[in-house]
C-alpha cells in the first residue's frame, strides 16, 4: 500500500499570504495519478487538483498542483479567506489512499 | 450537475451489517464512463476508499476491506449501495459517495468529483 504523508500538519498564515502544501509518497505513484481536496468543517470534500496538476471544473487560479514521483505540492499563491480549511492529496496508482491532511489555519 | 445523497441507518448494532444507499441526481448511472465509489472518514480523521462499481456491475474493492463488503447497483433507481458486514466500533464514520472519474492505474479509482453531503454511521448496542 502507497502511505502518504502531508506536512505540515498545520500551516498558519494571513489572508494574502502564500500556502506551501507538501505531499510525499512512500513509492512512486505512477503516471501523476494524485489529487488534491479541500474539505471544510461538516462539508464533504472538494476536488481542487487531478493527475497533479490539472484544475478541477471551477477552481480558481491561485491554486496550482505541482510535483511528480513521490513529491508533491499544492500551492493556493494568496489566500482568501474561505481557502482556510484542511486539505488532503490522494493517490489512486496503485488501489487508492489518501494522506493524513494539512490544516490552513488563521494566524 | 450530478449530485448525490447517501441514506440509511445512523446506528448499527456491532457485529450487524451496516447497509447504507446512494441515489445519484443530475445524470445517468448506466449511461457509463464514470464508476460509483464508497469513502469513509472516521470522526476527525482521514479519508478511506472503501470500493467502486460500474453501471454493469463490475466491482472493485479495497483490499483492507474486501472480505467485508459488498457494493451493488440499481440502474431501475439510480441508486447504487454499501454492504459492510460483521460492523465493530471502528467502523463508526461519515461515509460518503462519490462519483469516480476512474482514470486510475490499472484497476484503481481515479479522482472523486462531486461527493455527497456524507452520512454519519455510529456502530453501538
Known amino acids: 500500500e502507497i502511505v502518504l504523508t502531508q506536512s505540515p500538519g498545520t500551516l498558519s498564515l494571513s489572508p494574502g499570504e502564500r500556502a506551501t502544501l507538501s505531499c510525499r509518497a512512500s513509492?512512486?505513484?505512477?503516471?501523476?495519478?494524485l489529487a488534491w481536496y479541500q474539505q471544510k468543517p461538516g462539508q464533504a470534500p472538494r476536488l481542487l487538483i487531478y493527475?497533479?496538476?490539472s484544475r478541477a471544473t471551477g477552481i480558481p487560479d491561485r491554486f496550482s498542483g505541482s510535483g511528480s514521483g513521490t513529491d508533491f505540492t499544492l500551492t493556493i499563491s494568496r489566500l482568501e479567506p474561505e481557502d482556510f480549511a484542511v486539505y488532503y492529496c490522494?493517490?489512486?496508482?496503485?488501489?487508492?489512499?489518501f494522506g493524513p491532511g494539512t490544516k490552513v489555519d488563521i494566524k | 450537475q450530478v449530485q448525490l445523497q447517501e441514506s440509511g441507518p445512523g446506528l448499527v448494532k456491532p457485529s450487524q451489517t451496516l447497509s447504507l444507499t446512494c441515489t445519484v441526481s443530475?445524470?445517468?448511472?448506466?449511461?457509463?464512463?464514470?464508476?460509483w465509489s464508497w469513502i469513509r472518514q472516521h470522526p476527525g480523521k482521514g479519508l478511506e476508499w472503501i470500493g467502486y462499481?460500474?453501471?454493469?456491475?463490475?466491482?472493485y474493492y479495497n483490499p483492507s476491506l474486501k472480505s467485508r463488503v459488498t457494493i451493488s447497483v440499481d440502474t431501475s433507481k439510480n441508486q447504487f449501495s454499501l454492504k459492510l458486514s460483521s460492523v465493530t466500533a471502528a467502523d463508526t464514520a461519515v461515509y460518503y459517495c462519490?462519483?469516480?472519474w476512474g482514470y486510475g492505474s490499472g484497476s484503481a479509482p481515479g479522482w472523486f468529483d462531486p461527493w455527497g453531503q456524507g452520512t454519519l454511521v455510529t456502530v453501538s448496542s
Open positions: 490522494q493517490q489512486y496508482g496503485s488501489s487508492s489512499t
Open positions: 513509492q512512486s505513484v505512477s503516471s501523476s495519478y
Open positions: 493527475g497533479a496538476s
Open positions: 443530475g445524470g445517468s448511472i448506466s449511461s457509463g464512463g464514470y464508476y
Open positions: 462499481i460500474y453501471y454493469s456491475g463490475s466491482t
Open positions: 462519490a462519483r469516480d
